[in-house]
């Protein structure tokens, strides 16, 4: 497993100026990653970046996921809002760490107590996939959040968000790797 850095810029296509825009980062539980920049003209592309932590490589679990959010010139705050479907996965890894994991910890020092050698191999088995599934199942929530995975050439950049008019696809990530793209638009109140 190799930890890597990426920059990545926001690309303001909205039509306004974006008076504060911050992009919030989380690779799973292991970082965090926020930045905001500010007066952010149409047509414009942050000079400064945001370095995001991530790691790539064989045995590799973890997530990257992102929200943006912004604040227009008429004083309109704008989300992304993908329709992800993570609020009922949320309760799913909640449920996860409270009550898988103590479940497979008993089992496995059961089956530790045992003179049995396939014992301790299903043993080795529920310390592993405990492991997989602290790693998978994060202890915060991952509603409202994208997920654009990156890869070992996103290090070097460009990794841009391009935001554009408030739609569905409004809002594009783009890496070497990839693109994809989700809902952006204004916050209802």
């Known amino acids: 497993m190799t930890h890597r850095r990426a920059p990545v810029r926001v690309v303001n296509n909205t039509g306004k100026t974006l008076l504060s825009v911050t992009v919030s980062h989380k690779y799973s539980d292991n970082y965090k990653n926020e930045h905001t920049w500010t007066n952010v003209q149409n047509g414009q592309t942050t ?3 945001l370095f995001v932590d991530y790691n790539t490589g064989f045995l590799t679990t973890g997530r990257d996921w992102w929200f943006v959010s912004a604040i227009d010139d008429k004083g309109v705050t704008y989300i992304t809002d993908p329709p992800n479907g993570r609020a009922f996965l949320d309760v799913m890894e909640k449920c996860g760490n409270t009550v898988l994991g ?5 089992a496995a020092k059961m089956a530790l107590g045992s003179p049995e050698p396939v014992t301790k191999l299903i043993s080795g088995a529920v310390a592993a996939t405990t492991g ?3 790693l998978l199942l994060n202890k915060e929530g991952t509603t409202g959040f994208k997920q654009h ?3 070992s050439d996103d ?4 990794n841009l968000i391009i935001l554009k008019n408030y739609t569905k696809d409004g809002c594009e990530f783009r890496s070497h790797s990839g693109s ?3 809902v952006w638009e204004p916050v209802k109140v």
């Open 47 to 49: 000079d400064e970046a």
């Open 102 to 106: 103590p479940i497979a910890a008993a």
């Open 132 to 134: 997989i599934s602290t």
């Open 149 to 151: 995975i990156l890869r």
């Open 155 to 158: 290090q070097s950049g460009p």
């Open 180 to 182: 994809s793209s989700t």
